[in-house]
């Protein structure tokens, strides 16, 4: 029998590469959408078996180019996002704007599913530009396609992801570390493995119409997640709670940086809490469990961080 299809935009970042690893190996055909094969497609190419996974580089997104490969295809996934906006990567074009086009041609081409990928906690986040886009994109699909499911992950963690590894790292430089709204917003991060497993049974399951959060099974503050990852690499600093005007002089200064490490829309953010709002299913409701917990996970990968490890500032 033919594989079904599954087109993947985002396919290589952190959600997208254990995703296609576990749909390639349950029998489906990915065809992961990148804008520049040559710095990804060896990233892509290990994810599965030859034959399972065809690369397809697309550099803008051309409405054609877009429905010429969404028509050949039974499901389409959106894991494209992004953190902090540059000159032509604007919230609203990536969140808002291709969410919208990507809906519309599932719908044009009656696909079986469209999976869009969004964020958890954003509902009152309205002074959030990330929020506010995300929130728009949500809205736009639910009403071009009414066999989308939106997934709104809590933080999604591992050894590929920009957010254990980026605090692992900064909590070995710094001498001391700043606590947010004193460290005090809660999450519930969810193992990258877990979120895949989630995004896998959708697919499988043929959901379709549903609006649902995904999370791990712990609530984290903040300043728990911090001891953990310190407690994970044998480290002490000095946390200090920040007053916010100081917080937002440091993120204006960060978010100068090609890749800041917190901007001032994620500080806006930061003072949400990104927990279930019990306003929409969860991974739960569906019999889904993510079990992994963030203390045990870590620790198979931040001993690269304790004092002689790979990426500690003492080897
Ligand atoms: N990770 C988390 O903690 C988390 C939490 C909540 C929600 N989410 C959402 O989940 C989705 C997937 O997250 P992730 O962690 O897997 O993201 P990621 O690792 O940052 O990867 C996103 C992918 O999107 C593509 N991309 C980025 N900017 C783009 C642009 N301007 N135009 C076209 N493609 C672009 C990139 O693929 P190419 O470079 O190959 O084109 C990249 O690999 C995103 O929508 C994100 O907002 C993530």
């Known amino acids: 029998m033919k594989p079904k299809e599954i087109l993947v935009f985002g396919a290589s970042g952190q959600i997208g590469r254990h995703l296609i690893r576990k749909l390639t190996k349950n029998n489906y055909k990915v065809i992961a959408v990148t804008r520049n094969i040559h710095q990804k497609g060896y990233i892509l190419k290990t994810q599965a078996n030859p034959g399972y996974l065809e690369i397809v580089e ?3 997104f051309d409405p054609e180019k877009i429905n010429s490969l969404i028509k050949e295809c039974n499901v389409c996934i959106n894991l494209i996002g992004i953190l902090f906006e540059k000159k032509k ?3 609203k074009n ?3 704007e291709l969410p ?14 469209f999976v869009h990928v969004s964020a958890l906690g954003i509902e009152k ?6 929020a506010t886009s995300k929130i728009n994109g949500e809205n736009v699909v639910k009403e071009n396609f009414n066999k989308s499911v939106i997934l709104k992950p809590s933080i999604v963690y591992s050894v590929d992801d920009n957010f254990s590894t980026n605090f692992l790292s900064l909590l070995n430089k710094l001498p001391i570390m700043p606590l947010y709204y004193e460290g005090k917003t809660n999450f519930t991060p969810i193992h990258v493995t877990d979120m895949a497993l989630i995004i896998y049974e959708i697919v499988k399951r043929k959901i379709v119409g549903e609006t649902i959060e995904c999370v791990g099974p712990q609530v984290l503050s903040f300043k728990d997640i911090i001891l953990t990852l310190l407690n994970s690499i044998d480290k002490k600093k000095i946390l ?3 007053p916010l005007f100081i917080a937002k002089i440091t993120a204006k200064i960060f978010e ?3 890749k ?4 001032t829309d994620q500080l806006t953010l930061l003072k949400y809490e990104n927990v279930v709002s019990k306003k929409y299913k969860t991974n739960l409701d569906f019999g889904i469990n993510a079990n992994k917990t963030f203390e045990k996970e870590i620790k198979k990968y931040s001993f690269n961080w304790k004092t002689g490890g790979q990426f500690s500032k003492n080897i």
């Open 58 to 60: 697309l550099s803008s």
């Open 89 to 91: 990567n604007q919230f």
């Open 94 to 96: 990536i969140h808002t």
């Open 100 to 113: 919208a086009l990507l809906s519309k041609l599932a719908n044009k081409n009656k696909l079986e599913q």
């Open 125 to 130: 986040a309205t002074d959030s530009k990330y």
């Open 240 to 242: 200090i709670p920040t």
């Open 256 to 258: 100068k940086m090609p």
């Open 260 to 263: 800041p490490l917190i901007t």
